[in-house]
């Protein structure tokens, strides 16, 4: 078996190629030889493959993810999330700290909600 790179995969249209770890021509990769879910191919996941010649130049097949756990886990860490603004973050943690503690005092809440603020402008949660 081949090792490589995914260059680049159009899950729309279903294929892609990969540059493989001993140089040489770009490998063509279509969606029906992946042995993994579509969606962990995407650029830099490293991939393990049988080239063949193809029609139009090298083709791989049997392609599979070289580290599975490491791109699951990287995946749900790009997922895509509402970025709210200053004033909107403020209102769901209020609405969550009310429905959640409602014994807690309007202070208790000013001081949860202004670190709640900070924490999330650091990690960019919010709209600066």
């Not at 279903?14 to 995407?42: Q, S, W």
């Not at 509402?82 to 209102?91: A, F, I, N, T």
């Not at 209020?94 to 809440?109: D, G, N």
């Amino acid at each position: 078996m081949a090792t490589g790179k995914v260059l680049r995969f159009d899950d729309t249209r279903g294929y892609g190629f990969i540059a493989p770890d001993d140089g040489g021509d770009d490998v063509f990769m279509h969606a029906n030889d992946l042995l993994d879910e579509k969606y962990l191919f995407r650029a830099g996941v490293r991939v393990e493959f049988d080239i063949s010649d193809g029609d139009r130049g090298l083709k791989a097949s049997e392609v599979r993810v070289v580290d599975r756990d490491t791109v699951t886990r990287d995946v749900r860490d790009d997922t895509l999330c509402d970025v709210l603004s200053s004033s909107g973050y403020q209102r769901e943690v209020t609405e969550a700290l009310i429905e959640s503690v409602p014994t807690a005092t309007a202070a208790q809440i000013q001081q949860i909600r202004q670190s709640m603020l900070r924490l999330a402008a650091k990690h960019n949660w919010i709209e600066s």
